[in-house]
């Protein structure tokens, strides 16, 4: 079994070259194994984002969240998905939250 790092290289890798669909895949199989790595969430929110799948990115970073609600980088990439999708009003919310993290509030 693929370490957790050598899975997110894979992925990661697949990203890069814009081979979205086996990057999703990819970003699937490491979230399956190892459920709490949030750069897993993240990458296969951003992967599903960069594919215009907003429903699946956002569920995907709400993940991230759930795992690290801490981190104001999961609510800045909430916020983009939001903002593709036209959810004005959520996405000024989810940035909200990720500068009040940033300030430490």
């Known amino acids: 079994m693929?370490?957790?790092e050598e899975l997110y290289d894979q992925a990661?890798?697949?990203f890069g070259n814009n081979e979205l669909e086996a990057a999703v895949a990819t970003f699937n199989q490491l979230v399956e194994q190892y459920?709490?790595?949030v750069d897993g969430h993240i990458g296969l929110g951003?992967?599903?984002e960069r594919m215009s799948r907003?429903?699946?990115a956002i569920d995907a970073i709400k993940k991230a969240i759930d795992v690290d609600p801490t981190d104001p980088l999961?609510?800045?990439s909430l916020s983009i998905c939001y903002q593709r999708k036209g959810m004005i009003q959520e996405?000024?919310?989810a940035m909200a939250k990720s500068q009040q993290l940033?300030?430490?509030t």
């Open 12 to 14: 990661l890798t697949h």
């Open 74 to 76: 999961n609510y800045t």
């Open 46 to 48: 951003h992967a599903y």
């Open 35 to 37: 459920p709490d790595y």
């Open 54 to 56: 907003y429903d699946e």
């Open 91 to 93: 996405a000024e919310d």
């Open 102 to 104: 940033q300030m430490g």
């Open 2 to 4: 693929a370490t957790k």
